[in-house]
Nanobody
Framework: QVLLVESGGGLVQAGGSLRLSCAAS????????LGWFRQAPGKEREFVAA????????YYADSVKGRFTISRDNAKNTVSLQMNSLKPEDTAIYYC??????????????????WGQGTQVTVSS
């Protein structure tokens, strides 16, 4: 079992920055691929970013590429999402996710083993 707890959400003006963090406990964190997803009101959950457990390869949705950066610290069992140049359309609940497979995290979200409870990000115009 892996428990994921997100933090760092809040209200920010357009053009601003936020840093989300996800703390994990339970099984060996370093062997899990990790990702961030978001869900805006009335919309489906969508992939934001992912990072593999071995090489640390990263993957991003086109909508956030160049603005968001995902990173992980295996020693601290955390994964972070640095969000810069935020836009009102980035407003959503952001969820942390973990799965042994980077393919699942990146492309097969319904199969992901573990999810956090989410943190709200609101970007005002």
């Amino acid at each position: 079992q892996v428990l994921l707890v997100e933090s760092g959400g809040g209200l920010v003006q357009a053009g601003g920055s936020l840093r989300l963090s996800c703390a994990a406990s339970g099984r060996t964190f370093s062997s899990y691929a990790l990702g961030w997803f978001r869900q805006a009101p009335g919309k489906e959950r969508e992939f934001v970013a992912a990072i593999s457990w071995g090489s640390g390869n990263t993957y991003y949705a086109d909508s956030v590429k160049g603005r968001f950066t995902i990173s992980r610290d295996n020693a601290k069992n955390t994964v972070s999402l640095q969000m810069n140049s935020l836009k009102p359309e980035d407003t959503a609940i952001y969820y942390c996710a973990a799965d042994p497979s980077i393919l699942v995290v990146h492309t097969k979200a319904p199969l992901i083993d573990y999810w956090g409870q989410g943190t709200q990000v609101t970007v005002s115009s």
